[in-house]
T-cell receptor
Framework: ELKVEQNPLFLSMQEGKNYTIYCNYSTTSDRLYWYRQDPGKSLESLFVLLSNGAVKQEGRLMASLDTKARLSTLHITAAVHDLSATYFCAVSQHNNNDMRFGAGTRLTVKP | EAGVAQSPRYKIIEKRQSVAFWCNPISGHATLYWYQQILGQGPKLLIQFQNNGVVDDSQLPKDRFSAERLKGVDSTLKIQPAKLEDSAVYLC???????????FGSGTRLTVV
């Protein structure tokens, strides 16, 4: 069974600092997704990573994928308050299009 | 392009009552998904449609949940009878084809009292 674990589950950081959120998954996967969710809102797609070594960047967020280690990271550079949200990673497999989500990382950026 | 539309936004019902949610996916999106998101958890897939056929409903509690996608466009998800543990946000998502470019709707927040 495909399992997805994120850590940390809660993250409080100061503006201007850097930090990394980790996403581990249990079986071979061919797609990894990162989503952002603001309180009371739906999920916003951030990144889709398709291959080993893939790296994508958008603003202060950078995501990477290591399929051999079954690990993806979401790196936050020089955090700002607007990045406060819950971040989910999700994984799907080619033969099963069910997208399995991690529990989410609730990020709070303090001024 | 218009996004995934869901209604209602909020619903409060008593346990053992019935409730239905509606989803209109993005035009042309063949694949439609219903997810259940319990407070503090990640979304969990309930059912996946490809056009009007069911691809995966292995995690749908079929004794009380049902879903249909007539004509391969709109979809409805029904719970009958509802239990307290069904309190959650029900998210609908669609994509052109399986596994690519999911777009989520705003969700329906269900509270069962």
């Amino acid at each position: 069974e495909l399992k997805v674990e994120q850590n940390p589950l809660f993250l409080s950081m100061q503006e201007g600092k850097n930090y990394t959120i980790y996403c581990n998954y249990s079986t071979t996967s061919d797609r990894l997704y990162w989503y952002r969710q603001d309180p009371g809102k739906s999920l916003e797609s951030l990144f889709v990573l398709l291959s080993n070594g893939a790296v994508k960047q958008e603003g202060r967020l950078m995501a990477s994928l290591d399929t051999k280690a079954r690990l993806s990271t979401l790196h936050i550079t020089a955090a700002v308050h607007d990045l406060s949200a819950t971040y989910f990673c999700a994984v799907s497999q080619h033969n099963n299009n069910d997208m399995r989500f991690g529990a989410g990382t609730r990020l709070t950026v303090k001024p | 392009e218009a996004g995934v539309a869901q209604s209602p936004r909020y619903k409060i019902i008593e346990k053992r009552q019935s409730v239905a949610f509606w989803c209109n996916p993005i035009s042309g999106h063949a694949t439609l998904y219903w997810y259940q998101q319990i407070l503090g958890q990640g979304p969990k897939l309930l059912i996946q449609f490809q056009n009007n056929g069911v691809v995966d409903d292995s995690q749908l509690p079929k004794d009380r949940f049902s879903a249909e996608r007539l004509k391969g466009v709109d979809s409805t998800l029904k719970i009958q009878p509802a239990k307290l543990e069904d309190s959650a946000v029900y998210l609908c998502a669609s994509s052109l084809r399986s596994g690519y470019g999911y777009t989520f709707g705003s969700g329906t927040r269900l509270t069962v009292v």
